[in-house]
């Protein structure tokens, strides 16, 4: 077989694997108030969770898609050479999910690809391959690694002022409200919680559907960057089944760690976290889940009870935010070390 097909094969089914990831990383960002809420059991939540998060990536567009696949510039490098640093920015976000995965952390998957990415390019090709942004900004347009790190940094901030005034106007919808309405804040949930999974779907899975699209141009089978709807249909099944994997680790963290939330905390948090990436997704905005998610339930907590908030945790949390860019980039710089070993004999 043919190297470059060889290789364009395992980058694909890598691709798809850091899909799945994704979805098995941010199930717990979707599923977590929900479960603490007790608004549904966890199999209730995984299953509705799972249904809508199928729907995300095939009606949500390419906008996100196309901002994923253009921050990096790989034309005029040889197809090999393109390929494998995509895979070894791939992997450096893979392995960086599975180890936050594995202590329980909320990191972002999407500061996690775009570290992973960014350090493979740099490392190998240069950074003039990197569509940083920084001179487009002056001339009024937002774009590049610029784009991508306003959105993953603007968008944690709208969580938590969203969050904070949506529950203020919710407590003083329902101030004179009996115990009762717990459970049409529970049934709502049902709504809240598929919207909130269908503007995951629709962001999340679309950075995959990004890298995914770009694998194949930069590999010659496709003629122009423009999403195939067997890319969208495989990426929308590889999140879905992470989601339905579920990352309870991580539901403990979100649901019970930060603050306890109740019906509705979580109805909120729901309402917060789908508009806020549901309108970053319209625009070609990549956001972490994590984030929004996290930072709104800190939002509800710090408008009714801030010393009920456990600071700490959240401190724990962006201590991780900030460190996941340059870890996961430091992955892919030394999967790259790896991979080029073999890169040598082949050129």
């Not at 893979?94 to 500061?111: A, D, M, R, V």
């Not at 190998?124 to 900004?137: C, I, N, Q, T, Y």
């Not at 319209?282 to 908030?309: D, F, K, L, Q």
């Amino acid at each position: 077989m043919d190297a470059l097909l060889l290789l364009a094969i395992i980058t694909v089914a890598i691709v798809l694997l850091f899909d799945y990831t994704n979805g098995f990383h941010d199930a717990a960002n979707i599923v977590a108030t929900v479960i603490a809420s007790r608004a549904m059991t966890p199999a209730q939540a995984v299953i509705l969770v799972g249904i809508f998060e199928f729907l995300g990536p095939l009606l949500g567009g390419t906008a996100v898609a196309n901002t994923i696949g253009s921050f990096v510039q790989l034309g005029g490098v040889p197809p090999l050479l393109s390929l494998a640093v995509i895979l070894c920015g791939l992997l450096g976000a893979i392995l960086w999910n599975f180890i936050t995965w594995w202590k329980g952390i909320p990191s972002s998957s999407s500061h996690a690809l775009v570290g992973g990415l960014t350090g493979a390019v740099v490392v190998s090709v240069g950074s003039d391959h990197v569509l940083w942004g920084f001179a487009e900004l002056l001339e009024g347009r937002i774009t590049g690694i610029v784009k991508v790190l306003a959105a993953l940094i603007l968008s944690p901030l709208a969580g938590f002022w969203a969050g904070y005034l949506i529950h203020r106007l919710m407590h003083a919808l329902l101030r004179a409200a009996r115990p009762a309405a717990n459970s049409g804040l529970k049934l709502a949930q049902y709504a809240t919680a598929a919207g909130l999974a269908f503007s995951h779907g629709a962001n999340d899975a679309q950075k995959s559907m990004g890298i995914l699209t770009l694998v194949l141009l930069l590999g010659g089978f496709i003629p122009e960057f423009q999403v195939p709807f067997w890319v969208m249909l495989a990426c929308a099944c590889a999140i879905t089944l992470g989601i339905l994997s579920g990352g309870w680790r991580i539901v403990r963290t979100l649901g019970f760690a930060i603050y306890r939330v109740r019906p509705i905390h979580a109805l909120d948090s729901q309402l917060t976290s789908g508009a806020v990436i549901f309108a970053a997704s319209m625009v070609g905005a990549p956001v972490s889940t994590t984030h929004v998610v996290a930072t709104s339930i800190m939002g509800i907590g710090a408008s009714e009870r801030p010393r009920s908030v456990r600071w700490s945790k959240a401190s724990d949390i962006v201590t991780t935010w900030i460190i996941t860019i340059p870890g996961s980039a430091c992955i892919a710089i030394l999967a790259y070390a790896l991979v080029n070993l073999f890169l040598k004999p082949a050129g």
